[in-house]
């Protein structure tokens, strides 16, 4: 998996791939990790532009830019889940630097939405029309419409009659006062994680992100999950925090399936981690 950061680090050649780390792969400003491990990478441009002031009061109603943020955001606790839930986060195995994992980012599968929002959120972006609000992830250069015109989230969606599920499923908003940005998100494909720490969904689930922009440089996230069938109750998934982009530049970040391939043959499972602990 390869991430191209083009504002900060210029292209690097990779070592030999026997030569490195069973558990880390250094490569253009990134330095791969199991869960748990310490992170070691250059500063991002999240934290060399964090410590910035407010910049002034918020704009009213206007998201519009980019923004730079954390590796990770801060994640949630899970309630309990139901059988169903249970049954189904025993099969999942968060390790994408395992060959035994079945975390879909290991062959880099696209992340699907929440995931979008809780794991690699280092930029995004907004794009104000006047009828959707376009929702730009740097990760994989993602991209979700969502939509203000009136209309409602799509009913039985993956049954007879009803429309397909997606990756990033089905998106509407609103503004709650002047600087709150709510998204209410559907009909995502339950392949999907909600997060790195491999939980499941249902296609039912229902997510609410509420984007509060706190002052003109500040934009703060929260990611609330309602899915009955898997959950006992609704819960924050996770917290983020966004900081102003100056020259509305972001990096460019992809996951490359022939380079993920590459170290899953000739680093992952020459080192054993086939063999990885299962997380239960």
């Given at each position: ?8 680090f210029p292209p690097i050649a990779l070592a030999a791939l026997t030569t490195l780390s069973s558990v880390a792969l250094a490569q253009e400003g990134q330095v791969f990790r199991r869960p748990g491990e310490p992170e070691q990478r250059p500063p991002s441009l999240y934290q060399k532009i964090q410590n910035t002031g407010p910049g002034g009061p918020a704009p009213r109603r206007d998201l519009s830019g980019s923004w730079a943020g954390p590796l990770e955001p801060k994640a949630g606790e899970v309630p ?201």
């Amino acid at each position: 998996m390869k991430m191209r950061n083009l504002l900060t680090f210029p292209p690097i050649a990779l070592a030999a791939l026997t030569t490195l780390s069973s558990v880390a792969l250094a490569q253009e400003g990134q330095v791969f990790r199991r869960p748990g491990e310490p992170e070691q990478r250059p500063p991002s441009l999240y934290q060399k532009i964090q410590n910035t002031g407010p910049g002034g009061p918020a704009p009213r109603r206007d998201l519009s830019g980019s923004w730079a943020g954390p590796l990770e955001p801060k994640a949630g606790e899970v309630p309990p889940m139901t059988a169903l839930g249970q049954t189904r986060f025993k099969l999942n195995v968060p390790d994408p630097f395992s060959a035994r994992s079945n975390d879909p980012w290991a062959m880099c599968d696209p992340f699907g939405f929440p995931r979008s929002a809780t794991n690699e959120t280092r930029g995004i972006s907004f794009a104000q029309m006047p009828d959707r609000i376009v929702i730009m992830t740097q990760y994989q250069k993602v991209w979700r419409q969502v939509w203000m015109d009136g209309r409602g989230l799509p009913k039985n969606v993956g049954a007879k009659g009803g429309p397909d599920s997606r990756w990033y499923g089905y998106s509407i908003g609103h503004w709650d006062g002047d600087y709150t940005f709510v998204v209410e998100t559907t009909g995502v494909d339950d392949s999907t994680w909600i997060d790195r720490r491999g939980y499941p969904h249902s296609v039912e689930m229902h997510v609410e992100e509420r984007y509060t922009r706190t002052s003109h440089n500040d934009l703060e996230l929260t990611v609330t999950i309602d899915d009955p069938k898997i959950y006992t109750k609704p819960f924050v998934i996770a917290t983020n925090k966004f900081k102003w982009i100056p020259n509305q530049e972001d990096e460019e970040q992809l996951c490359v399936p022939s380079e993920a391939i590459s170290y899953l043959n000739t680093v992952a499972i020459p080192a054993g981690q086939d063999k990885a602990t299962d997380k239960k």
